[in-house]
């Protein structure tokens, strides 16, 4: 997803949000950044260029762009709440050992708007926990 300042101030601007600086560095942060950060992370990466940046903008912002639906917001855990600006349906995959949390295609994915058997989707995630292969073969070097 090539997505440059032009791309994301439109983005925003579509939705009716005001392309302030914070958001839009959150916005590049995590177009950029596609490992699915929290907003923890995000906060702890930006405020290293950006020392102005308070914890408070980064959650704020991020459930507004998430309400919008300029980002989407995984809920992976009970108590954690990952971001990514991809757009596209796509599958995940959290290792239970690293916390690592990957993009997988899952074949045919429903979008909002479709129905299945006569229900509405306004969203669709699909989270697969597990073992990734890097963790896998640290623990077992025969599979690798
Ligand atoms: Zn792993
Ligand atoms: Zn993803």
Redesign the pocket.
């Known amino acids: 997803m090539g997505m440059n300042l032009q791309a994301i101030c439109d983005a925003l601007d579509r939705v009716g949000i005001r392309p302030t600086q914070q958001r839009i560095e959150i916005m590049k942060y995590l177009v950029k950044h596609?490992v699915?950060p929290t907003a923890e992370m995000i906060y702890a990466e930006l405020k290293q260029t950006i020392p102005t940046f308070s914890k408070t903008t980064v959650y704020n912002t991020l459930k507004l762009l998430a309400e919008k639906g300029v980002v989407?917001a995984?809920a992976t855990d009970e108590d954690q709440v990952r971001y990514?600006a991809?757009l596209t349906p796509?599958?995940?995959f959290k290792c239970v050992r690293c916390d690592d949390?990957?993009?997988l295609t899952i074949a045919d994915m429903a979008s909002p708007g479709d129905e299945i058997e006569g229900n509405l989707v306004l969203e669709y995630q699909v989270l697969v926990k597990g073992v990734c292969r890097r963790c896998r073969t640290a623990e077992n070097p025969v599979l690798d």
């Open positions: 596609r699915h989407l995984l990514e991809n796509h599958g995940h949390l990957f993009d």
